[in-house]
């Protein structure tokens, strides 16, 4: 499985932007796609994660600002981001993961929010 991911770029404090992912290769139905991100001093963590049902969980700092959503056909992962803080600055990943899969990463894409 190959990730591509999109979006990101820089925005000033209380902007929006949106991040996008596909994947590809050999994509299997039941799976998890969501968003990890690494910001200055911090080891990577979870954003947010949707199951291929629809699911969504959102981690505690990004709950009312930031969307998850999943594309029909199951392979893409959107994340709608708003409401941005200086402190949701860092590396973007995008990450799948099949039922009983290894996990797999995309390339990371930068998100900078200007104080």
């Known amino acids: 499985v190959q990730l591509q991911a999109s979006g990101g770029g820089l925005v000033q404090t209380g902007g929006s932007l949106r991040l996008s992912c596909a994947a590809s290769?050999?994509?299997?139905?039941?799976?998890?796609m969501g968003w990890y991100r690494q910001t200055p001093g911090k080891e990577r963590e979870l954003v947010a994660l949707?199951?291929?049902?629809?699911?969504?969980d959102y981690a505690y700092f990004v709950k009312g600002r930031f969307i998850i959503s999943r594309g029909d056909a199951g392979n893409t992962v959107n994340l709608n981001m708003s409401g941005l803080k200086p402190e949701d600055t860092g590396v973007y990943y995008c990450?799948?993961?099949?039922?009983?899969?290894?996990?797999?990463w995309g390339q990371g894409t930068q998100v900078t929010v200007s104080s």
């Open positions: 990450y799948y993961q099949a039922d009983g899969g290894r996990p797999t």
């Open positions: 949707s199951g291929s049902g629809g699911s969504a």
């Open positions: 290769g050999s994509i299997f139905i039941n799976n998890d």
